[in-house]
């Protein structure tokens, strides 16, 4: 069955500690892998999109990764600011998209 | 600012009773989905639309689940009859960009409770 896993389910980090939070997916037919940002009470806020394996994109203290099966989401130097939660997700061949369940991020100042 | 806005915020009802959940897409936004949020599922697709077109509702239960948009300013998802098991936050997306739907706008969100 199609699924997209994200790992750890939460991460506490000190501020400015740098860590990455992991997305597999097994999904046939990808057309894209894409990063969200959720806050809580709020609907999840577009970050990134990733199309091939290879491509990196950058925003701030945030880097994007893609592999054939994974991608990373690199958080350099994090500020408390940084803490929510961020979901991956997958669009298949088609017009099916699957969330993973995401990584609640805390950091303490 | 452009946002996409959902009523109502907070929903809570009995079982067996109509549920409809209203969205307005940001304007020229040509492409609409309907998700629902659980803590153990996640988020879920349940339909998506192009130019008001269904395009996919294959997340949807059929039989309880509806959703239509009756103008582009305007799509709704209607829950008849609504069972304990849909309690969830369902959220609706637009976008403009037919090659990069991945680009969602998310709204706020409807949070429903069914007794």
């Known amino acids: 069955e199609d699924q997209v896993t994200q790992s750890p389910e939460a991460l506490r980090l000190q501020e400015g500690e740098s860590s990455s939070l992991n997305c597999s997916y097994t999904?046939?037919?990808?057309?894209?892998l894409f990063w969200y940002r959720q806050d809580p009470g709020k609907g999840p806020e577009f970050l990134f999109t990733?199309?091939?394996a290879g491509e990196e994109k950058e925003k701030e203290r945030l880097k994007a990764t893609l592999t054939k099966k994974e991608s990373f989401l690199h958080i350099t130097a994090p500020k408390p600011e940084d803490s929510a939660t961020y979901l991956c997700?997958?669009?298949?061949?088609?017009?099916?998209?699957?969330f993973g369940t995401g990584t609640s991020l805390t950091v303490i100042p | 600012d452009a946002r996409v806005t959902q009523t109502p915020r907070h929903k809570v009802t009995e079982m067996g009773q109509e549920v409809t959940m209203r969205c307005q897409p940001i304007?020229?936004?040509?492409?609409v989905f309907w998700y629902r949020q659980t803590m153990m599922q996640g988020l879920e697709l349940l339909a998506y639309?192009?130019?008001?077109?269904?395009?996919?509702d294959s997340g949807m239960p059929k039989d309880r689940f509806s959703a239509e948009m009756p103008d582009a300013t305007l799509a709704t998802l209607k829950i008849q009859p609504s069972e304990p098991r849909d309690s969830a936050v369902y959220f609706c997306?637009?976008?403009?960009?037919?090659?990069?739907?991945?680009?969602?706008?998310f709204g706020p969100g409807t949070r429903l409770t069914v007794l």
């Open positions: 304007l020229g936004h040509n492409t």
């Open positions: 990733l199309y091939s």
């Open positions: 997306a637009s976008g403009s960009n037919p090659d990069r739907d991945n680009e969602q706008f």
């Open positions: 997700a997958v669009r298949q061949t088609g017009n099916q998209f699957y």
């Open positions: 639309f192009r130019n008001r077109a269904p395009l996919d």
């Open positions: 999904v046939s037919g990808l057309r894209g």
